[in-house]
């Protein structure tokens, strides 16, 4: 499995509406994709903005590729994204997702 990690950085003011753009926009592209195996989004408030983490799961980077294009750590942006104010940043990061567990008696990877 492989995690993709993209971050911002979005006016307080514009988070809760950006969260939910990026919903409709990011998640709901990806999650279309085949190979996509889940995602998660944080987020971080600092001062007068809120940085927001989203990591998307794959099953391999080939799956990723049918969704990014050829280059995979250049992040994927829409149209809509300057009506929040964002400040994306331009490139993603990639891990192996070595182990995970979640809930009691956990899943592994």
Not at 1 to 8: G, L, P, S
Not at 19 to 43: C, K, M, W
Not at 62 to 76: L, M, Q
Not at 89 to 96: F, G, K, L, Q
Request: aromatic share 12%.
């Amino acid at each position: 499995m492989v995690a993709r990690e993209w971050k911002c950085k979005v006016p307080l003011e514009k988070c809760q509406g950006f969260i939910a753009y990026l919903n409709e926009t990011g998640v709901r592209d990806t999650s279309s994709t085949p190979g996509y195996q889940g995602a998660q989004i944080f987020r971080r408030d600092l001062d007068a903005k809120a940085e927001i983490t989203l990591i998307t799961y794959w099953d391999k980077l080939a799956s990723i590729k049918a969704f990014a294009g050829e280059d995979i750590d250049r992040a994927r942006l829409y149209p809509e994204d300057y009506k929040y104010d964002l400040e994306p940043d331009p490139s993603v990061r990639h891990y192996e997702v070595v182990e995970h567990a979640f809930g009691p008696g956990g899943c592994r990877a």
